[in-house]
């Protein structure tokens, strides 16, 4: 079999997977699609130097039809507050653009290292869930926007939405959870999108990367990933209403903790 094709395939049934668990579980599909890229694209020639640059760059690039129908879907809801979005935006937009030239000057290993890390505490927080909800009040414009600089460029440089850093801030200082998340909803739609831009910038010169890709992003692994997990995001969130969701996100978090150490130890 060719090796696109077989890499388009496979992306095809990750993809059905990440879309399931991610209505299911509440979860970024970046946690399952990166580890998953970075042992699907040797497939097609990537050598290690580049490969965990595309493989979270294609991560965040998948994100942004899924942020979408869910910042939709939110914002049907009134579950947006937009005020926050005036100390912010700029905020996500710079710290987003820059991320794909700042994991230029991370090399391939650290990069996966760090995601590694990112994973096991991500683990942990599934298997031990915490609401922070409290009275306190918005922090100074000043302290929002850099807030939002850093939380998008972590998010950007992991090829993840950056809810699962943003809901425990805003909850922390007094925003109700729905509005928490339906602004994480929208906000990581434009941390997907402009990190997005910023990676197709970072690599447009790289010489060595394989055909069909632009940028850091390779299309033909996007477009298998996206083409399942739009459709099958609402099957999850339909068996979301009657499966054990905290069994499952307590053996979804054992995954991610071998999942983690596999990275950490073999790479």
Not at 160 to 171: A, E, R
Request: aromatic fraction near 10%.
């Amino acid at each position: 079999m060719d090796p696109i094709i077989q890499v388009v395939s496979i992306c095809l049934l990750f993809g059905a997977l990440i879309g399931f668990l991610a209505g299911l579980l509440g979860i970024g599909g970046g946690l399952i699609a990166v580890p998953a890229l970075l042992s699907i694209l040797p497939l097609v020639g990537f050598s290690h130097g580049f490969l965990p640059h595309v493989a979270i760059a294609t991560s965040l690039a998948a994100i942004i039809l899924t942020g979408l129908s869910s910042a939709i879907s939110h914002q049907k809801r009134d579950n947006i507050p937009w005020f926050l979005f005036k100390p912010m935006l700029p905020g996500f937009v710079m710290g987003s653009l820059c991320a794909g030239f700042i994991s230029e000057k991370i090399s391939a290993g650290a990069l996966q290292q760090i995601f590694a890390v990112f994973v096991l505490l991500m683990a942990v927080k599934m298997a031990f869930p915490f609401k922070a909800e409290s009275q306190r009040k918005l922090p100074h414009f000043l302290v929002l926007l850099m807030t939002a600089i850093v939380i998008s460029i972590i998010a950007a440089l992991l090829g993840i939405g950056g809810s699962v850093l943003l809901v425990p801030f805003l909850t922390f200082f007094g925003i109700q959870m729905r509005y928490a998340i339906g602004f994480s909803a929208a906000s990581g739609l434009l941390i997907a999108s402009f990190g997005s831009v910023g990676y197709v910038l970072a690599g447009w010169d790289v010489h060595g990367l394989p055909q069909f890709t632009l940028g850091y992003i390779y299309i033909p692994a996007l477009l298998g990933i996206v083409s399942t997990s739009v459709l099958i995001a609402p099957l999850g969130a339909k068996a979301a209403s009657t499966w054990r969701t905290d069994i499952l996100k307590r053996l979804f978090a054992l995954l991610l903790v071998i999942i983690g150490l596999k990275l950490v130890l073999v790479g």
